[in-house]
């Protein structure tokens, strides 16, 4: 069976683009909450059955066209030896990097045995899924690990992450090899495409970005050309050096946020699959307002051809929001298929 998925991340034109949110499972669905009540965040993640249970549950509940991990960010630090503990409040290290610490931590052969879950959890997902549905993995990247490692969280101005460019070097000496040995190991273990998600990077100046961040992405694309797909909240043309992911080495594409104008990227882009990129904020309308509102999304995107649109998956521009109605994604996930069928 033909998956749309695959289709798109191979920029074959289609009519109609294959649908994959980000967080499109979690914590605003009802199937989602009764296995919280059941077990952990943290068990959830680590034993391959419940994420593939999580990752399934979206799937076959909003007919997506690809499922994804289900996991966290942050088990990379964790893996190196920096414990993340989580709870309901969210994740929390239990100790930050510093310039003594950042030499103790695991290298990589050792830490990848620590985030074996994983890929048993795309191998459990990909025994469950339909031949006719995509699936993703991902890993976080350098960057934004850093911050987290240094600051705690990825929220604020980030001051003590921005002026410790030395203590960046050398974490993502530590931390690029095992990036690459997951997109490895879930690549192997069945997904069609891993996405590197660097939620703090679009912070950067384009000038920082470029100097600090990008070797160590054109680095971790270059070991599985092709088979990667980047995304930063926040991204700008300016980091990208108005080249799009080209400018960041082979990588398969691009996602990008509601701040760029979605059918001018598709229609100039050349460069593989462009993901997004609705504002999730949208899916909090209900009714008419936000049949308006998709219709207003969709307008100049149905003008295209698809062969101008080739390559597009459509989603939001950053993750589902917490609180968002189950019945706004299903007119979501309707409206673009009615719309371009």
Not at 46 to 70: G, K, T, Y
Not at 306 to 322: N, S
Request: hydrophobic share 40%; proline share 6%; with cysteine.
């Amino acid at each position: 069976m033909t998956q749309r998925f695959t289709q798109a991340v191979a920029t074959t034109p289609q009519q109609t683009p294959p649908i994959w949110c980000m967080r499109q499972a979690g914590r605003y669905q009802r199937s989602y909450q009764a296995l919280r009540h059941r077990h952990t965040f943290d068990d959830l993640c680590r034993q391959p059955e419940l994420s593939a249970r999580v990752a399934m549950n979206a799937v076959e509940e909003f007919d997506f066209d690809a499922a994804i991990l289900f996991s966290d960010l942050l088990y990379p630090l964790d893996a190196l030896g920096l414990p993340v503990r989580y709870d309901d409040g969210g994740p929390k290290l239990e100790r930050r990097l510093t310039a003594e610490s950042v030499e103790s931590l695991r290298d990589a052969d050792e830490a990848i045995e620590h985030l074996a879950f994983q890929a048993e959890a795309i191998a459990e997902t990909r025994h469950r899924l339909p031949t006719d549905r995509g699936l993703i993995g991902f890993v976080g990247g350098p960057w934004t690990l850093f911050v987290y490692a240094v600051e705690g969280t990825h929220v604020g101005a980030l001051t003590q992450a921005k002026t410790a460019w030395p203590l960046y070097r050398r974490f993502a000496n530590r931390v690029r090899p095992l990036i690459e040995r997951m997109a490895k190991a879930q690549l192997d273990a069945g997904a069609d495409l891993v996405m590197v998600f660097d939620t703090a990077a679009g912070d950067l100046s384009p000038a920082a970005f470029r100097q600090h961040v990008a070797p160590d992405l054109d680095a971790i694309a270059t070991a599985r050309p092709h088979r990667l797909g980047y995304y930063a909240r926040g991204l700008h043309p300016a980091h990208l050096d108005g080249r799009g992911a080209a400018s960041l080495g082979p990588w398969a594409g691009l996602g990008i946020d509601w701040r760029w104008n979605l059918a001018d990227v598709l229609e100039k882009s050349r460069c593989g699959f462009v993901q997004g990129n609705l504002d999730p904020s949208i899916l909090h309308l209900s009714g008419a307002t936000l049949i308006r509102a998709l219709d207003e999304f969709l307008d100049p995107i149905a003008r295209l051809s698809p062969e101008a649109r080739r390559g597009w998956i459509c989603g939001l521009g950053h993750g589902v929001l917490p609180g968002t109605p189950e019945a706004s994604v299903k007119a979501f996930v309707s409206a673009v298929r009615t719309r371009l069928s």
